[in-house]
């Protein structure tokens, strides 16, 4: 029987200084597995358009050892993007996905593929239990993230759940078919369904470099999970809408009777201001959510590449053999 072969997909942005730490702990791993399960690995480095030496460094990498290869992006995709083009070009039977930065114990390997081996899961996937090292701030806004989100989507999201994992062949196929554009991956990974074991791990410390996500980044990240597996958002406007108008009748009645009691007396023109105002900053408020929703169907309909390559190890071959 051939042996079966498990690609380690690795996104990368600015990696250099973590990727030789990442590349020495990887290769113990895949001993580790050949011995244990008799199968190969192959690892594919996904650069995502770095400035420092990463591309240099996987070139390097990929003309001395066999199994590993890599992809270069033309510029910053971001991590999604990375995501999806290793998962395209993985051959594996199984593809993990995996952050070079190390917080992701490579250990957890032999787990996750004695987890799919008993043929119950078509998932390991790893989830945080400790945030430890991580901002009070950032913790307390992620912990609401995940409330809000598995309140108002379908779409059920574990707290701490991260994008490492080992997937069969058969769920990546799943994940592949969703095409779109604006790629939130802890929704397409619980939307497409499989059944998941989730094996639970320590936050650890990034071995070199910083990292690549702002407090903001994040942020805007959390809306576009909300906007993508929801359309809760859209209801909660026409609710807030009718709210307003039953409170704007309201007030012309008493405003009505105030006049037929009391006459007319010029006046309250502070309070109207206040209101003319709120009822604006709502409106716009409305609109902006409204736009969110325009402004990502406008960039699926545009039907724009995920990611864009600039060289990839086969084409770093080829030039080799002219
Ligand atoms: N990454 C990427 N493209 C980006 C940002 C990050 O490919 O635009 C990669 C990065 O190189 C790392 C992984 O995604 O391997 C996770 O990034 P990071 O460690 O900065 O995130 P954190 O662990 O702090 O959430
Ligand atoms: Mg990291």
């Known amino acids: 029987m051939e042996s079966r072969l498990i690609s380690v997909i690795v996104p990368c942005y600015n990696e250099e200084a973590a990727l030789p730490l990442f590349l020495d702990a990887l290769r113990k791993t895949s001993a580790e597995l050949y011995d244990e399960f008799s199968c190969r690995t192959e690892l594919l480095f996904v650069d995502d358009g770095s400035r420092d030496g990463t591309l240099s460094v996987l070139r ?9 290869r890599y992809l270069s992006f033309s510029r910053n995709f971001g991590k999604e993007a ?14 993990v996905i995996m952050d070079a930065d190390l917080q ?22 790893a ?27 379908d779409t059920e ?63 805007l990240y959390a809306a576009q999970g909300i906007v993508g597996f929801s359309t809760a ?20 009645l008493y405003i009505v009777v105030k006049t037929l009691l009391f006459g007319d007396p010029v006046g309250g023109w502070p309070s109207m201001a206040c209101m003319v105002t709120f009822l604006g900053g709502m409106e716009l408020f409305c609109m902006g959510i409204l736009g969110e929703y325009l402004a990502k169907t406008y960039l699926e309909v545009k039907r724009r590449p995920i990611y864009v390559l600039s060289e ?10 002219f």
């Open 157 to 219: 999201i574990v707290e701490g759940a991260c994008d490492f994992r080992m997937m069969t062949r058969r769920m990546v196929e799943a994940v592949l078919s969703l095409k779109e554009y604006n790629r939130f991956s802890k929704g397409i990974f619980s939307w497409v369904g499989f059944r998941t074991k989730w094996l639970p791990f320590e936050n650890q410390e990034r071995v070199a470099g910083e990292t690549k996500w702002s407090f903001w980044g994040l942020l």
């Open 312 to 321: 990839t190890d086969e084409d770093a071959k080829k030039s080799e053999n």
């Open 60 to 68: 390097r990498a990929a003309k001395t050892e066999r199994n590993v």
């Open 82 to 95: 990375a995501m999806y083009a290793g998962l395209q070009n993985a051959k594996g039977d199984y593809v």
């Open 127 to 153: 989830r945080r239990v400790s945030r430890t090292g991580e901002p009070p701030l950032r913790s307390f806004f992620s912990r609401r993230f995940y409330r809000v989100m598995n309140r108002i989507s």
């Open 233 to 252: 958002p859209l209801v909660l406007v026409a609710i807030l809408g009718i709210f307003l108008c039953v409170c704007s009748l309201l007030m012309a």
């Open 104 to 125: 992701h114990p490579p250990g957890m390997l032999r787990e996750m593929f004695a987890v799919l081996q008993s043929g119950e899961y078509d998932c390991a996937a």
